[in-house]
């Protein structure tokens, strides 16, 4: 079973507002702060893995019309 985004998906990456449209990581940053952020400012900015206690990556799905977390 796949699992999904339960809430509403964030609008803009809080790193660099860019509009989030097929993905978006939730995770924590090198900083220590967690973050909605788009795949280049979690490549920069992010812990590098995912993962429980470091992030999730979800891409919209169109087939199901829902935010499905990947593996």
Do not use: I, N
Request: charged fraction near 20%; charge should be positive.
């Amino acid at each position: 079973m796949t699992k999904s985004w339960k809430g509403s998906p964030p609008e803009r990456c809080d790193v660099c507002a860019t509009p989030v449209s097929t993905e978006f990581f939730d995770g924590r940053l090198r900083s220590g702060h967690w973050a909605y952020t788009c795949q280049a400012c979690w490549r920069a900015y992010g812990v590098g893995r995912l993962g429980t206690g470091m992030g999730q990556h979800y891409v919209l799905s169109y087939q199901s019309a829902k935010w499905e977390k990947q593996e």
